[in-house]
C-alpha cells in the first residue's frame, strides 16, 4: 500500500510539472493509459478532482494544488530521510522552499542566496516572490519572511530577525510641482502613495512638540506592491512611506529626497522568519536562519511561538 500510495503521489506531481499525460508518463516510464489509471484511482478515493483535463492541457484543480503541496513535502521528506540515513550525518542538505514579499525578496534576500548556496552546496532553495499572502504550512513552505505587523492565524513559530526603518520621500520633480512640505500637517494637501490594505495605509508617525503623533493622510493612489509603489513615486506620482533600505539607492543617487525629517519618527517595520514548529530542528531551515540573522538581525534573536501565519 505505501508503495502504491508513493507512486500515486510521483504521478501527480509529475502531472502537475509536465501538464501532460503523454509527457508525464514518458518521464516516468509509464504508459498515459496507466498513469491516467493511477490518477483516476487516487481521485476516486480522495472524492475530488485534482486535474481538469483538456485535449491540449492539463491542469490542476485548487483541491489539486493543496494535495500537491503535501505530496511535495512527503517526497522530499522520504528524499531527506534517506540521504540522513545513507550520510550518517546531519549536514544541512534537501530542498528549502521559502516565500517572501517582492521588495525584500528582489531587493535584499535573493542578492544573498548565492552565498548561502556557497556555504551549504548540498541545500536547493525552491523560493516565491509574491506579495500575495500563503497558507505556510497548507501550501508545503519550510520558511516566510514577513516585513510588517503578522496576522492572525493558525499557529507558527516566529523568530524575529531584525528591525527595518521607514523613510518619507518624494521625487524631485513631484517636490518641484507641489512644494515641500513643511510641517507634517501640510501633507493634507500632498498626494500621498500607500500598499493597498496595508495596515496603518492612512496614518502616518511623526514626532512633534516632542509627542508621537499620528498625520491622517489620503492616499490617491494605492498599489499591491511595495516596488510598484517606489516606481509611482519615482516618477513624481507622489510622496511616499517605506521601508529605507528599499528607498537608499534613489536616496543615494537624488532620484528621490527625504522629507519632513526633523519630525522623524521612530517608524519602523520588523523583519520576521515564520515556519511550522518543529521545523527549526532542520538542519537546512537552522542554517538559513542563522543566516539570515548574521545577514539582517546582527544579534540573533531567539525562537519563540506565535499565533501568526502571514
Not at 521545523?279 to 506565535?306: N, S
Amino acid at each position: 500500500m505505501v508503495t502504491t500510495q508513493t507512486a500515486e503521489l510521483l504521478a501527480v506531481l509529475q502531472l502537475r510539472q509536465s501538464g501532460s499525460f503523454t509527457r508525464a508518463a514518458d518521464t516516468l516510464g509509464l504508459t498515459p493509459s496507466a498513469l491516467s489509471k493511477t490518477v483516476d484511482r487516487l481521485e476516486k478515493r480522495l472524492g475530488t478532482r485534482l486535474f481538469e483535463r483538456s485535449t491540449r492541457r492539463v491542469v490542476a484543480t485548487a483541491d489539486g494544488e493543496r494535495f500537491i503541496a503535501h505530496a511535495r513535502r512527503i517526497i522530499d521528506d522520504l528524499a531527506e530521510a534517506e540521504a540522513d540515513l545513507r550520510a550518517g550525518r546531519n549536514a544541512p542538505h534537501g530542498t528549502l522552499r521559502i516565500t517572501v514579499g517582492t521588495a525584500f525578496g528582489n531587493q535584499l534576500l535573493l542578492p544573498v542566496l548565492p552565498d548561502f548556496l556557497a556555504q551549504y552546496p548540498e541545500v536547493r532553495l525552491d523560493v516565491s516572490v509574491t506579495d500575495r499572502l500563503v497558507d505556510v504550512a497548507g501550501a508545503g513552505y519550510d520558511l516566510a519572511l514577513r516585513l510588517g505587523p503578522l496576522g492572525a492565524a493558525d499557529r507558527l513559530v516566529a523568530r524575529p530577525l531584525a528591525i527595518m526603518p521607514r523613510k518619507v520621500c518624494a521625487a524631485p520633480a513631484y517636490l518641484r510641482r507641489h512644494g515641500t512640505p513643511a510641517h507634517p500637517a501640510d501633507l493634507a494637501r500632498h498626494q500621498c502613495l500607500s500598499v493597498a490594505e496595508s495596515e496603518n495605509a492612512d496614518q502616518w508617525p511623526f514626532m512633534i512638540d516632542g509627542q508621537p503623533q499620528w498625520i491622517g493622510v489620503s492616499a490617491r493612489v494605492a498599489v499591491d506592491s511595495a516596488e510598484s509603489l517606489l516606481s509611482l513615486a519615482l516618477a513624481g506620482g507622489g510622496i511616499v512611506r517605506q521601508s529605507a533600505f528599499l528607498l537608499q539607492p534613489a536616496l543615494d543617487d537624488g532620484r528621490l529626497i527625504e522629507i519632513l525629517q526633523p519630525w522623524r519618527a521612530n517608524d519602523t517595520l520588523p523583519l520576521t522568519a515564520l515556519f511550522p514548529a518543529g521545523r527549526q530542528h532542520q538542519a537546512k531551515l537552522a542554517a538559513m536562519l542563522d543566516f539570515l540573522a548574521a545577514r539582517f538581525g546582527g544579534e540573533r534573536a531567539a525562537v519563540r511561538p506565535t499565533d501568526h501565519k502571514r
